[in-house]
Each structure stands twice: as structure tokens, then as C-alpha cells.
């Protein structure tokens, strides 16, 4: 079976999710800055992802963590890509998405590309009009020197998770890529997961 280990990076972007303490809307899977990320679009959204896998003869297991936690990952990173661009007013035009989901990134395949990062083919256009729009962004604040406004900018729009997913997880890496902690059986952390739980 082939992997696809997920990105857990968006884009170039390192994103410090934190969850802070918020009343969290019915029937939301996430609330991000003042837009609602809803269960129901999660569900459908997951249902297309995981069909496009299958299409590609990959599964589940390639991703080396649950589906519904990647293409949550991504409705939250379009969301809070798309709030920047309207605070910064950015535009980006028809031309520039198509030209950026040629783009094969590490898989030397666009489709693959796309579904590394959470995309089924319903939800590419939206994935590279938000992706050209980070890019735009980033030259708006210096280019190469603007990397760091741009994570601080993005990291400024603090999504907050329903609580039914469990723990988010502080630490992600290669290694442990997961958004969300296991918090085993009964929702009891371990000791580790507990320190490094974040403070809302």
C-alpha cells in the first residue's frame, strides 16, 4: 500500500493551533475566527475525500491519521487563509488556481498532491485560490524576509475545536502528525499529554 503521509504543515506556514477556552456552537466541528466549520460539512466533506482515495487506490492507513482529522486540518487552514486575504484584500484570479493545482509538489503528481494535503476534487479550487493567496500575502509583507509576519498573522486566527475530538495535540510532528491527542478509552490523558496540553 502506498503512503501519502499528510503535510502537517499549510503551505510554507507553521501553524501553533491553540484551543482556548470558547463556547463552542450546536453542530459545529469547529469555530475559526467568525466563521463555523459545521459537522455536517465535515462528514460530507470526509465521505468525498475518502472516495477520492479509493479512486487513487490509496486508503485511510496512508495517511497515518484519521481522515476526518486531515480534512479538518484543511477547512480549518482555507478558513483562516481566506479571513487574511480579506483582511489584506487580496485577489487571486482564475488563472493563477489553475496554474497552482499543477503544481505535483513532493508526489511528482498534482491529484496526489492534493490529497496529501486533505483535498478531494470538490474542494481543489477553493485549496488553490487560498494557497496562491497565502503566496500573494507573503510578498505583500517582504517576500522571503515576510514568512514570519505571515505565520503570526496566521497563527492570530485561533480555531477552536468541538471538545468531542479530544485533546488537541501541541507537539505535531513528522512522527506524531495527529491534530488531536488519543485520550485513551475514558478521555484520561496520560501525564505527558497532560503538561502539554495548551492554555486557552
Keep these: ?27 459545529a466541528a469547529a469555530v475559526v475566527g467568525n466563521e463555523r466549520i459545521s459537522t455536517s460539512e465535515l462528514s460530507a466533506d470526509t465521505r468525498a475525500y475518502l472516495a477520492a482515495l479509493k479512486q487513487n487506490q490509496l ?6 491519521v484519521p481522515a476526518t482529522q486531515v480534512v479538518l486540518q484543511r477547512l480549518v487552514n ?28 513532493q508526489f511528482e ?7 496529501a494535503n486533505g483535498v478531494s476534487p470538490n474542494d ?22 515576510g514568512q514570519q509576519k505571515l ?7 485561533k ?9 488537541l495535540n501541541p507537539q505535531r510532528s513528522q512522527q506524531n502528525p495527529a491534530l488531536f491527542l488519543d485520550t485513551g478509552r475514558f478521555g484520561k490523558q496520560t501525564s505527558d499529554q497532560a503538561q502539554q496540553q495548551p492554555q486557552g
Design 151 to 157: 505565520s503570526q498573522e496566521f497563527a492570530s486566527i
Design 59 to 64: 486508503d485511510e492507513q496512508a495517511l497515518g
Design 1 to 27: 500500500m502506498k503512503s501519502i503521509r499528510v503535510a502537517v504543515t499549510a503551505a510554507a506556514v507553521v501553524v501553533g493551533l491553540t484551543a482556548c477556552s470558547s463556547p463552542m456552537h450546536a453542530g
Design 109 to 115: 503528481s498534482p491529484q496526489i498532491n492534493l490529497l
Design 159 to 167: 480555531p477552536v475545536f468541538n471538545p468531542r475530538y479530544g485533546a
Design 78 to 105: 482555507v478558513s483562516i487563509s481566506r479571513q487574511l486575504m480579506a483582511r489584506y484584500n487580496v485577489r487571486v484570479s482564475e488563472t493563477e488556481i489553475d496554474a497552482a493545482l499543477k503544481d505535483p509538489g
Design 124 to 145: 481543489a479550487r477553493d485549496y488553490g485560490r487560498v494557497m496562491v493567496g497565502l503566496s500573494k500575502l507573503q510578498q505583500q509583507f517582504g517576500g522571503e524576509s
